[in-house]
């Protein structure tokens, strides 16, 4: 189970004015952002035309963690925020714990795919407060869980009320059905709005504690990641759940041999590899430029934002074709740094 | 006023053109016969067939400037030295588009913003870059690594709905912002050095120099309203002049003349700076010659300036565009309004070879845009500019005709690996005959402009070239009172693809309407189906409906639009969005069935001739080369001479 420091915890207990929660809803967005590079990264590491069901299982996970960015970043302005996306803080210094130091040691880097990684690294991310069916140890409480981190900000959301929801001056939320369904991103409004769509985040990360599937045929992440380890679909048993549905199948030669945790300053100016690498940050960094204008009363934005990730998967390409060190056969991987240059060569 | 008015400023660089190459030969459209190792690196010349069309400009600064009679050099003279010169930073970049695998030598900018940051990463302008073919191809190089694009060429155009920082400290950009009108800034830039092998660092990239200048209201847009410097081509080929140089444009204002040779002299290799030609000097004629000039004695021109090509920076702090100021030099002011522009170079007699000379009798025809997209019924404006010494020539008759230009028999070299199976036919252009319309002849009015219309038939060309869709037609056009040995530029004509006519059906199905579209993109586009989504596949694309929706309904100048080449008529496109829109009871586009078997199209009209043998480097299967051997080989077996009228 995934862990932060629990005076964080404390700390949202005690807000009392609602522009103090604006820090930690900052905190939920970048939280969420947070994932979606090393999950790109392993589902970019596929070579096409294999690992199919991997790379989808990994593409759906990473579509969810968009719309918890969302709903984080609705909720953030629906109190009178402003969402702070194009920031070279915003995006953690991988490797490295995640935001709020959440993880209790937990180091996250950008790596190819591997299952070390997504058992060690990815499961860890996603563990639920309580496993089904292995139950909580003593030994582990005193710390919080994510599920928590959310728990007491919902808690903090209804006892300050409707009073903090800003509906007059706040700039438009970003509410885009062609994207995610009406019934996942929707206006926040008040209380009950914003501690639904909370559950929604809670629920499709972690699921309940009662029952792995968030929806019918689609397990949280948690156990979805637990799927591609196990190698089987999870399914409902006789006395429980079981990875023992269809098999999912992993060829282990069919991944680019990425150098983990690239930087751009790890390549000579003027090289191939600099130039690639340089490419993708820039591509990256727009992406969080468009994201930041669409949360920030832009909403039509978000198409622009939509176009530069998938011109993010087609640059992964080149850059990860690109040899990064002729001894060992590595290629480039991807750096999630926020540039604000377009360089590449001298 | 243009980009060769100051105020100006000037940037130099990097850019990138990952352009695709598999759609380099047309054979390669032909679904039927299409297999997956045309998609392979070098295959047929193929040296970047992952390319995404990416256009954009690197480590690009700005370097020197004109205001005021000053040439600003360092940011003391201006804070607007230094500043950066990039590309979008909330979308995505730009893209490079051919016209047709049948005309590759127009290649189109689309959807390009140009912003100009500070060191604080403040932004100082933005615009949009009106898409622009690019023009003035030559070989500008002589030696360099193998597969350097030996070509160089320049681009210019409008930066249109252009932002400016309201609190604009550069006096520059100051001034910029003042003396431009109708919310447009003109900007050229020289693309060159251009890398096409995939083991160099400068791999998929080159070297630009640019400049921006204020655009006034009514001028052209996409070259200079004054004075023309055209080179002879050599015999052997269009695109190498037969001194070595190549074309410049300019600009006499009654006090100064200012010319732009940032296309004009030769580069040893992409890495290193100019070949060594001596000293260069401008002159002006004291006649007006009636034949084009080879010697001359120093009494046959008045000197106005030095080239400093040699000096250091010049080239990157000025772009080429070099300004002569002529008040003290009264003949050479009195000598330009009737008298053509020189590039000398000295010898030593005393005398001067003349490298390159204004067009003759000064007299000059141009059509702004040159490269239309017509859909079935559209029609489109041609505008025609003539002038005379760089003064608009009134009343001017022009004559239009149709051309082939590079065009015809062309899109692919001789060999074809694996051969198609069935056979694909390289095909012939411009049938049938009246799939474009246009007058034969106009009149410029007391501007100098002719407007001719250009129209598309209602029911488009057909399909006259079988496996792909649309037709090509080329037009030419000149001054119907040509002086004799006029010299023109062989790439002044202009470039119609009319689309095929298509009607969304009411249904649109998989099988039927939309496979063999998406199959013969996924083909060509593979960066795209190998890893976003496979477009030949039904399934495939049921998991990126929304992606696909959006990006076939942004309009044509959107970086993000399906498809990157753009070629795919509107009817086309609706029925996609129709098909992508009426989802049967499983909630899925609609997959039909599929169809009986039919023969393949037939490829082409039976009396198109194979392609011309031409002696290629493996690598230069296609594309731009190709072109212009086959240029030449046809006109060879027309017994014509390169750069002669047809």
Redesign the interface.
């Known amino acids: 189970m995934i862990r932060l420091r629990p005076e964080i915890i404390s700390a949202i207990h005690a807000v009392e004015d609602p522009i103090d929660l604006h820090r930690y809803l900052q905190c939920a967005v970048e939280l969420e952002h947070s994932t979606i590079p090393p999950y790109l990264t392993a589902m970019l590491s596929l070579r096409?035309?294999t690992n199919l069901r991997i790379a989808?299982l990994i593409r759906s996970i990473i579509v969810q963690e968009m719309l918890h960015m969302s709903i984080a970043a609705n909720i953030l302005i629906a109190i009178g925020g402003h969402p702070q996306i194009d920031k070279r803080g915003f995006v953690p210094d991988y490797p490295g714990p995640l935001p709020m130091d959440i993880g209790n040691g937990l180091i996250v880097g950008i790596e190819a795919f591997s299952m070390p990684l997504v058992k060690n690294v990815f499961m860890a991310i996603e563990e639920p407060e309580q496993e089904i069916p292995i139950k909580l140890s003593a030994a582990e409480q005193g710390y919080a869980t994510i599920g928590q981190f959310y728990d007491a900000i919902q808690e903090r959301i209804r006892a300050l009320g409707p009073s903090i929801f800003v509906h007059k001056d706040a700039p438009p939320q970003v509410i885009a059905p062609?994207?995610f369904a009406p019934d996942k991103l929707f206006p926040i409004v008040d209380p009950d709005s914003a501690c639904h769509a909370i559950d929604i985040i809670k629920l499709e990360g972690e699921g309940t504690a009662l029952d792995p599937f968030q929806a019918p045929g689609e397990p949280a992440h948690f156990y979805t990641f637990g799927s591609i380890v196990a190698g089987r679909e999870l399914v409902v048993t006789a006395d429980g759940y079981a990875y023992a549905g269809t098999p999912i199948e992993f060829d282990p030669s069919a991944v680019w041999p990425l150098r983990a945790n690239c930087k751009i300053a790890d390549f000579a100016v003027?090289?191939?590899a600099r130039?690639r690498i340089e490419?993708f940050a820039?591509?990256y960094?727009?992406l969080l430029?468009?994201l930041h204008?669409t949360f920030n009363g832009h909403p039509e934005?978000l198409?622009?934002a939509?176009?530069?990730m998938?011109?993010l998967?087609?640059?992964?390409?080149?850059m990860m074709q690109t040899v990064a060190d002729e001894a060992s056969g590595q290629t480039v991987g991807p750096s999630f740094e926020y540039v604000?240059?377009?360089?590449?060569?001298? | 006023m243009s980009y060769l008015d100051a105020p100006r400023l000037h940037f130099r660089g990097w850019f990138q053109a990952d352009v695709s190459t598999i759609n380099n030969d047309v054979r390669t459209f032909q679904n039927e016969s299409f297999v997956p190792e045309y998609q392979q690196y070098n295959q047929n010349g193929s040296w970047n067939p992952e390319g995404t069309g990416i256009f954009r400009f690197l480590d690009c600064a700005v370097t020197g400037g004109a205001l005021d009679g000053r040439a600003l050099r360092t940011p003391a003279d201006d804070p607007a030295i230094g500043m950066l010169v990039e590309n979008a930073d909330q979308r995505a970049p730009g893209k490079l588009v051919d016209l047709d695998p049948q005309q590759q030598m127009v290649s189109q900018i689309w959807g390009m913003q140009v912003r100009l940051l500070d060191a604080a990463r403040k932004q100082a302008l933005s615009g949009e870059f009106k898409p622009a073919p690019f023009c003035n191809l030559w070989q500008r190089q002589q030696s360099g690594v193998a597969m350097d694009q030996k070509l160089a060429a320049n681009y210019q155009s409008v930066l249109e709905a252009i932002g400016w920082d309201e609190a604009l400290d550069s006096p520059l950009l100051r001034a910029l912002r003042d003396a431009t009108q109708d919310g447009l800034l003109s900007i050229a830039f020289n693309v060159y050095g251009y890398g096409r092998d995939a083991t160099i660092p400068r791999y998929t990239l080159g070297h630009v120099v640019g400049s921006i200048g204020p655009y006034l209201r009514g001028e052209p847009k996409h070259f200079v309203l004054g004075r023309q410097m055209v080179a002879v081509p050599s015999k052997q080929s269009p695109l190498a002049p037969l001194n070595g140089v190549y074309d410049a444009q300019g600009k006499f204002d009654g006090a100064s003349l200012t010319l732009d040779l940032g296309n004009t002299l030769p580069i040893k290799s992409a890495d290193t700076g100019f070949e060594d030609l001596g000293p260069l000097l401008i002159g002006v004629a004291t006649t007006n010659p009636t034949t084009e000039l080879t010697d001359v004695p120093a009494s046959a021109v008045t000197v106005i300036g030095e080239v400093p090509y040699q000096t250091p920076h010049w080239y990157a702090q000025t772009a080429g565009v070099q300004s002569y100021d002529l008040s003290g030099n009264a003949q050479a002011r009195s000598l330009l309004p009737g008298c053509p522009v020189l590039l000398l170079s000295p010898q030593a007699d005393g005398s001067y070879k003349v490298l390159l000379q204004e067009s003759l009798d000064g007299q000059y025809l141009r059509a702004d845009n040159f490269v239309f997209r017509l859909d079935a019924g559209e029609r489109a404006d041609i505008e025609l500019y003539a002038s005379r010494f760089g003064t608009p020539l009134a009343g001017a008759a022009v004559a239009l005709s149709a051309t082939e230009g590079f065009m015809g028999g062309s899109g692919g070299g001789d060999k074809m690996t694996p051969p198609t199976r069935p056979h694909a036919a390289i095909p012939d252009i411009a049938t049938p005959a009246d799939g474009v319309a246009y007058a034969a002849s106009a009149s410029t009015d007391g501007d100098g402009r002719a407007r001719v219309e250009l129209s598309a038939a209602a029911d488009g060309p057909g399909r006259p070239r079988g496996y792909i869709a649309g037709q090509l037609y080329g037009i030419g056009y000149q001054l119907s009172a040509q002086p004799a040995g006029y010299v023109s530029n062989p790439l002044n004509y202009i470039s119609v693809l009319a689309y095929t006519k298509s009607e969304p059906p009411p249904q649109p199905t998989w099988y039927e309407h939309i496979q063999p579209l998406f199959t013969q993109y996924g083909n060509l586009y593979p960066i795209m189906s190998r890893y976003v989504v496979d477009l030949r596949s039904y399934n495939s694309v049921c998991t990126r409906l929304k992606a696909l929706r959006l990006a076939f309904s942004l309009p044509l100048h959107d970086p993000n639009h399906m498809p990157v080449t753009r070629d795919l008529s509107a009817g086309d496109r609706a029925t996609i969005l129709r098909w992508l829109d009426t989802p049967g009871p499983d909630g899925l586009p609609l997959l039909g069935h599929p169809p009986m078997a039919e023969p393949a199209p037939k490829a082409v009209s039976s009396a198109a001739p194979e392609p011309p043998e031409i002696e290629l480097a493996p690598l230069q299967s296609a594309g731009k080369t190709a072109f212009v051997l086959q240029y030449l080989a046809r006109r060879e077996r027309a017994g014509q001479e390169p750069g002669e009228s047809s």
Not at chain 1, 313 to 318: I, K, N, Q, S, T
Not at chain 1, 340 to 346: D, N
């Open positions: 096409p035309g989808a062609r994207w003027g090289s191939q130039t490419q820039y591509n960094s727009a430029n468009a204008t934005t198409d622009r939509i176009g530069l998938y011109d998967r087609v640059l992964a390409v080149a604000k240059t377009q360089g590449g060569m001298p």
